[in-house]
């Protein structure tokens, strides 16, 4: 998994994986849009407005968090 975020247009993608074939990109809302494959598989997650979404402008942090042990991981994304 990938995350970028484009400072310039912000936007933030969550890549799941690698593109191996074509994929449909489907727009949830006017700040979210999904690739999807043909047999349902998520490519990837697009955000619009990123900042606001993922919490940027508020100073706080991306923390990951491994569900079979409850380790957490925290890291600033800007």
Do not use: H, W
Not at 9 to 36: F, G, H, M, P
Not at 55 to 74: A, C, D, R, V, Y
Request: hydrophobic share 35%; charged share 30%.
């Amino acid at each position: 998994m990938e995350l970028s975020y484009d400072v310039k247009y912000n936007i933030a993608y969550i890549k799941l994986r690698e593109k191996k074939e074509q994929v449909e990109t489907l727009k949830i809302s006017d700040e979210l849009c999904i690739d999807i494959a043909s047999d349902g598989k998520v490519y990837g997650i697009e955000l619009l407005n990123a900042t606001e979404q993922l919490g940027m402008l508020q100073g706080k942090p991306f923390t990951f968090i491994n569900e079979s042990n409850n380790k957490k991981t925290e890291m600033s994304i800007i």
